[in-house]
């Protein structure tokens, strides 16, 4: 015992051990009571589940070899196997979690090095490098904790708009204070602070972060063929033979590539496959799809807008949509569906971009916004007219949008034809009656499209 915290103060900063103080005491407080007693025993009991537990030391495993390769390359040393293992649990298990939401062209893996390299990772070691007393930490961390706690609820509700402000203004005062008092102790102590364990320290986060990308990615791909071979088998009308034949061939060509996995068994029901012919069709689709968005056949614009280029018309607003792929009769085509929401209320508004057409040929483009009557701000309506402008901006370069573009803003219904481009935003009712829809929708008439 009288080793234990020499070492504990030696691994650990005073507001590092003051916030392990307040959360032991936290847990004790739940466990006092029986509800609490039975809400983490059921937290525990999700947690210990055989598959769970199997990530979790793969995860655990994936660490201890980057340690090792880490301590051959002298970026690492056993002095930093405390802050490895709570960098473990409050760093690399939330970004484990993250992996399973990775989509399609949104460069999501790349986010995390990016993020570990960003100027707040600088702010946030910085905001740890040196701290205050030990008593005053334990004043300190939960005076912080509770205010950025009031910052996020008063966020979401515009009512508190106001005292959101107020509140944003103190917690950056406080944590700026910190900051600035760190900064000040790094200066006065430069000697102390320039090391080469501090530099480690630093490193720590980055370096297990990037080399962690190809773990994440494989248990992404990994998550997608387990899936893949679940719905597949869900299925009833194909022959067992078949089943057999799809998931064989989808995980062997698309292995490390989920989002072609996706489209696979998506079209593997859609169309219906019933044959091992199909199967191979499908496979064959996807790859020519692909081949074709590295290099899109031209289309000509008084006719619609080629679906490789129409899905990107608001990539640079984190909207961008799936593939372009056909219905179930095979006629009429369809892209995937993108969201996002339009402010930070508790229920927030949503603005979903699609587009529709033939083969080859997109004749439909289509802004939905979904509102809710108790919920709705200004912020969430007014984002989805910008949307809604910059829609038609990046869509209809030479075509005369300017009328369009005045009415847009205030929101109301109209039509508006521009040659041979309709543009019509309409407002529908929820059948509950307690939302309403807003639709831009932007089409090439049936003329333009025979001529």
């Known amino acids: 015992m009288t080793e234990f915290w020499p070492w504990l103060t030696g691994n650990f900063n005073n507001r590092e051990l003051a ?56 970026v690492w040393e056993t002095g930093l196997l405390a802050p490895t293992v709570v960098w473990y649990f409050f760093g690399g298990l939330p970004l484990l979690a993250r992996s399973f939401d990775a989509k399609e062209g949104t460069q999501h893996f790349r986010g995390y090095v990016k993020d570990a390299l960003s100027g707040t990772a600088i702010l946030e070691f910085l905001y740890v490098a040196k701290t205050f007393g030990f008593v005053v930490e334990l004043f300190l961390v939960p005076m912080v904790t509770f205010l950025a706690m009031l910052v996020v609820f008063s966020e979401r509700q515009k009512e508190y708009a106001k005292v959101n402000s107020l509140l944003s203004i103190i917690l950056a005062i406080f944590v700026l204070a910190v900051i600035w008092y760190s900064i000040s102790q790094v200066l006065d102590e430069p000697d102390t602070f320039f090391t080469t364990k501090t530099f480690r320290a630093f490193l720590l986060p980055i370096y297990f972060t990037a080399l962690s990308i190809p773990f ?39 292995p490390l590539r989920p989002w072609f996995l996706r489209r696979a068994v998506r079209q593997f029901h859609n169309m219906p496959a019933r044959s091992k012919e199909d199967v191979d069709k499908i496979i064959n689709d996807i790859l020519k799809y692909e081949r074709e968005a590295e290099s899109p056949p031209p289309v000509d ?99 005369d949008v300017e009328d369009a573009m005045q009415r847009l803003p205030t929101r109301q219904p109209f039509q508006a034809i521009s040659g041979n481009t309709t543009i019509e935003l309409k407002r529908e009712r929820f059948h509950s009656g307690k939302g309403f829809e807003l639709v831009l929708e932007v089409g090439k008439t049936a003329d333009s499209h025979d001529k």
């Open 216 to 254: 994440f990615y494989l248990l992404h791909c990994y998550s997608h063929i387990e899936g893949a071979r679940i719905q597949i088998e869900l299925k009833s009308f194909q022959s067992d033979e078949v089943k057999a034949y799809a998931r064989k061939r989808f995980c062997l060509i698309f």
């Open 19 to 74: 916030g392990a103080i307040w959360i032991t005491v936290l847990l004790l407080l739940f466990f006092i009571r029986r509800e609490g007693r039975k809400g983490i025993w059921g937290i525990v009991q999700a947690i210990i589940a055989p598959k769970l537990l199997i990530l979790f030391a793969a995860f655990a495993a994936n660490i201890a070899f980057l340690a090792w390769l880490g301590l051959r390359l002298g």
């Open 301 to 399: 614009p008084s006719t619609g807008w080629s679906p490789f280029l129409a899905r990107d018309f608001l990539t640079e607003e984190g909207i961008r949509t799936g593939d372009y792929h056909p219905g179930y009769e095979g006629d009429d085509w369809w892209s995937g569906v993108s969201s996002k929401e339009l402010d930070d209320s508790v229920f927030p508004g949503t603005a979903n971009y699609s587009f529709s057409g033939v083969e080859g040929l997109v004749t439909q483009l289509k802004l939905r916004g979904h509102f809710m009557d108790d919920f709705v701000t200004e912020v969430a309506l007014d984002e989805f007219s910008r949307l809604s402008q910059r829609l038609l901006a990046r869509a209809l370069i030479n075509v």
